[in-house]
């Protein structure tokens, strides 16, 4: 951690800090491992994990962080049984019903990204209510990944491209890096910068395959329920003392 997030720290306040990541996507692992090393069902750590998610978000509005995405559930978590899905589908409906108010008074902007089709309808409503509620806030935009996979969304967006150039209102050799970023879900956010995993393992699982070119990465074998704020502003101060080249050389060479 740096000295100035310790010094914030210890004064009980949280700044923000130079160089700080203005996009931070987390990858919100090691519920179920946490749950059962302490004999828990499953279900009990993706409920203490909400939490986790109150803390992130209150700390991001704090440090004025631009956009956090967080990993609510891959295109492949499915695969689960269905008592798990079930409950976390109860979980998000909770939380987008719950956390408005909390939503409001931060300032924060929701916004969803993954397939639709898949979700309940009530959880499609009250995702619905509170995106519209918080549309015009103006602070964090926290992006939550719901039944999201990065090559279902490059699948998309290349589906989308090559619709367009088939009924001719774009020529193939128009389509460029940019033009692709505008079609994915994430269109109008920052770049990522930063990419926290909890739970310990060096993998992306499928996540902003595309957005994640150049971000910088950060693993902790902490759980999830157990990522406290401590653990987040020790990797935004670590983030901020990476040294970034995006393939070129370092400022001094
Ligand atoms: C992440 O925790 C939450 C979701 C995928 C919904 P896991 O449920 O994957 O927990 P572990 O990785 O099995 O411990
Ligand atoms: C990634 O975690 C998905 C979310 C955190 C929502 P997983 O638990 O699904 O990833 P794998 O299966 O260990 O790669
Ligand atoms: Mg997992």
Not at 49 to 54: A, D, E, F, H, Q
């Amino acid at each position: 951690m740096t000295e100035s997030v310790h010094a914030a720290e210890r004064q009980g306040v949280t700044q923000p800090v130079a160089n700080q990541p203005r996009h931070i996507a987390i990858i919100m692992d090691g519920n179920g491992r946490w749950a059962e090393s302490r004999g828990l069902p499953r279900i009990e750590g993706h409920r203490r994990g909400v939490g986790t998610v109150r803390m992130v978000s209150e700390t991001a509005t704090k440090l004025n962080i631009a956009a956090v995405t967080l990993y609510c559930l891959s295109s492949e978590n499915w695969k689960r049984p269905r008592a798990e899905l079930d409950f976390l589908m109860h979980l998000l409906e909770q939380y987008l019903v719950e956390e408005r108010r909390t939503i409001m008074d931060q300032g924060l902007r929701l916004k969803v990204i993954g397939r639709r089709d898949r979700l309940p309808e009530n959880v499609i409503v009250e995702m619905n209510k509170t995106l519209a509620m918080s549309d015009s806030n103006p602070g964090t935009e926290l992006v939550l990944a719901i039944d999201y996979g990065g090559r279902d969304e490059i699948t998309h967006a290349v589906r989308e491209l090559a619709r367009e150039v088939a009924e001719g209102s774009l020529h193939e050799e128009d389509i460029d890096e940019e033009l692709v970023a505008s079609r994915l879900y994430t269109v109008g956010l920052p770049e990522v910068d930063l990419m926290i995993r909890t739970g310990g393992d060096m993998r992306v699982s499928n996540f902003l395959l595309w957005q994640l070119s150049y971000a910088e990465l950060w693993v902790t074998e902490t759980c999830w329920p157990e990522f406290t704020r401590e653990h987040f502003l020790s990797a935004i101060g670590d983030f901020s003392t990476r040294q970034r080249r995006f393939g070129g050389l370092s400022v001094n060479e």
